[in-house]
């Protein structure tokens, strides 16, 4: 089995039903952050992190999370020729080697786990990722990498947990935590959306995960549990005593794209970052918070 962490999976079927109208037709993970998709950021972010191969689990509709990582003849033709190299660079900057990429489709919205299962041709017998984009992490290291650091000491499953108010745990799988060492957590078990007050802990999964080909295996044999769907966490937890599993309190700020509000924060807080755009973005929320 190879011992170093090259690929990831990106489950990108879901319909964003969240966003409608505006994804009747764009897949949610193409909505823009400032000026980038979604989808975009998270394999940059994997790229940083040492990624070298990029599985997407797509449905109908999202063809075109893949041709955004191809080549734009037309486009590229028309900024060289008019002498427009910062934007032609961003658009080359962004492609991944050819050959890095597929995609394989998720036929029923059967939940993460099937969504994860679907790449099981892809993964082998190796470790790898799963990086969700609607979860951004602003941070000065890559937050996947971070995780992939933790389990080149570690091994088994590790993912990145943040500790969330006690009255949202039933919105998040979270960590029956046995013991800490810094900000890695070992973990005896994990409940998915435990209701409040029933919680073991307040240490929320978030979207990135490095995970053991031992999952794979599990994700084959796990049952439709909570909402009908085959957990991610369910089969994460039948590995439990067979490979360790620990929970990474990352450094960064996590901002919940699949949320509106988190989606509008991410925008002004990715802005902000942004030298040429900050002080007129920090003069504009001046402004609007003064009519309130």
Not at 22 to 41: H, N, R
Not at 145 to 150: C, F, N, S, T, Y
Not at 164 to 191: C, E, H, M, R
Request: net charge negative.
């Amino acid at each position: 089995m190879t011992r170093r962490v090259r690929k990831a999976v990106f489950p990108v079927a879901g319909l964003g039903t969240r966003f409608l109208p505006a994804t009747k037709l764009v897949a949610k993970e193409m909505l823009p952050v400032v000026d980038k998709p979604l989808i975009q950021y998270a394999v940059e972010e994997c790229r940083k992190a040492g990624i070298e191969y990029f599985i997407f689990i797509t449905g109908r509709g999202k063809a075109v999370l893949v041709d955004h990582f191809d080549h734009a003849p037309e486009l590229e033709s028309l900024l060289r020729d008019r002498g427009k190299r910062e934007p032609l660079d961003e658009l080359l900057g962004g492609l991944p080697k050819p050959g890095t990429i597929v995609a394989t489709r998720q036929q029923e919205p059967l939940g993460l786990g099937h969504a994860v299962h679907c790449a099981r041709a892809f993964i082998g017998d190796e470790p790898f990722a799963v990086v969700l984009p609607d979860d951004m992490v602003m941070s000065d290291r890559p937050c996947i990498g971070q995780l992939i650091e933790a389990w080149n000491d570690v091994g088994g499953n590790v993912v990145a947990v943040e500790n969330v108010p006690a009255d949202q745990t039933d919105k998040y799988g979270i960590l029956d935590v046995q013991g800490q060492q810094g900000n890695l957590f070992s973990a005896k078990g994990l409940v998915e959306k435990p209701a409040v007050g029933t919680a073991p802990s307040t240490m929320a999964i978030i979207g990135r995960y490095v995970l053991d080909p031992l999952v794979m295996d599990e994700l084959g044999r796990t049952k439709p549990g909570s909402g009908g769907e085959i957990q991610l966490t369910d089969a994460m937890n039948a590995t439990i005593g067979k490979v360790p599993f620990h929970g990474l309190q990352f450094d960064g700020e996590r901002f919940d794209c699949g949320d509106k509000v988190g989606f509008l924060k991410a925008n002004i807080r990715f802005a902000l970052e942004r030298p040429n755009m900050r002080d007129k973005v920090a003069s504009l929320i001046k402004d609007i918070a003064a009519t309130l």
